[in-house]
């Protein structure tokens, strides 16, 4: 069987163009969007991400404007700066980034985040209006998945779609995305008892449990379709997924690749989040 592979460059630059676009009316307005990333660590590849942020916003007009707290950052001072910043009328979006410093959670400091800027949707309250089918901002990487599965013209609505991972940066939101394309969604995890079972009798597999090779041939069916959400780092530096792409190629009717497939979506999906956030406010 031939493996089509599900790429996202032509979807993401079909959603930068829109970006720009909007992000340029805005702009003439006066109005022009502006992102604020908080950064709380010194880690390698948040950084690496955050000049990827910043490229991405300069090409689609955004302005972005970098917030160094610090590695020694307390939840007090980063749920003080978010807060600052969700009741600064010139800033239209917020970004929290990770890993954050020891002895801080997530859960400690995303609250913090005005829901109309939480562009990413990393609060309580962004994943509980989607929860509840309501206006917010979903987290871009699990919309990734859905917007990739519409635009290569895989069908959701009544297909068993297996996620293996119940995170709430992918899993969990992609749950409730999922149900709102009217696909049967089964959420699979680390304790699950015979991972391959589950996933095998699935019509689309998403992997985003970040474990690199984890989903092998035993994984899919044969014509299943599979979305890896992975990003691991190998020994040799390089970026590869949680499927074993080798193994599942011809006998998957579809793969999205590591990288090259989610991936640009998704920051995509960010900027496109930003501008919304900046029509709203304006």
């Known amino acids: 069987m031939d493996t089509t592979s599900l790429i996202g460059k032509e979807l993401a630059a079909a959603i930068n163009a829109d970006t720009k676009q909007r992000a340029a009316a805005l702009a003439d307005r006066g109005a022009a969007p502006r992102l604020a990333l908080v950064i709380p660590n010194d880690d390698p590849a948040s950084a690496w991400y955050v000049k990827s942020l910043n490229r991405a916003a300069e090409r689609n007009g955004i302005t972005c404007e970098n917030i160094d707290l610090g590695v020694d950052a307390t939840a007090e ?9 969700s009741q600064d009328a010139s800033v239209d979006a917020i970004m929290l980034q990770t890993p954050l410093p020891k002895g801080v959670g997530l859960d400690d400091v995303s609250s913090a985040i005005a829901a109309a800027k939480d562009v990413d949707g990393v609060s309580p309250l962004s994943l509980g209006l989607l929860a509840a089918g309501l206006p917010g901002f979903p987290p871009a990487t699990s919309e990734a998945v859905v917007e990739l599965a519409k635009f290569h013209q895989i069908p959701l609505a ?3 779609v297996a996620v293996v991972g119940r995170s709430n940066v992918v899993g969990k939101p ?8 009217n696909a049967t969604v089964t959420i699979a995890h680390s304790r699950t008892t015979d991972l391959p079972a589950v ?12 474990r690199a090779g984890l989903i092998t041939a035993d994984h899919v069916r044969e014509g299943a379709v599979v979305i890896d959400v992975g990003t691991n780092e190998d020994d040799n530096g390089n970026i590869t997924g949680d499927v074993n792409a080798d193994a599942v190629t011809g006998k998957a009717a579809a793969l999205s690749p590591v990288p090259g497939g989610v991936g640009p979506v998704t920051t995509a999906l960010l900027m496109r989040h930003v501008v919304q956030a900046a029509e709203s406010a304006r």
């Open 77 to 85: 001072q980063i749920r003080a700066k978010l807060a600052e910043l």
């Open 158 to 160: 009544g297909r068993h």
């Open 174 to 181: 992609l749950l409730q995305l999922l149900l709102a394309e």
């Open 199 to 210: 996933t095998s009798a699935a019509d689309v597999v998403v992997a985003a449990v970040g």
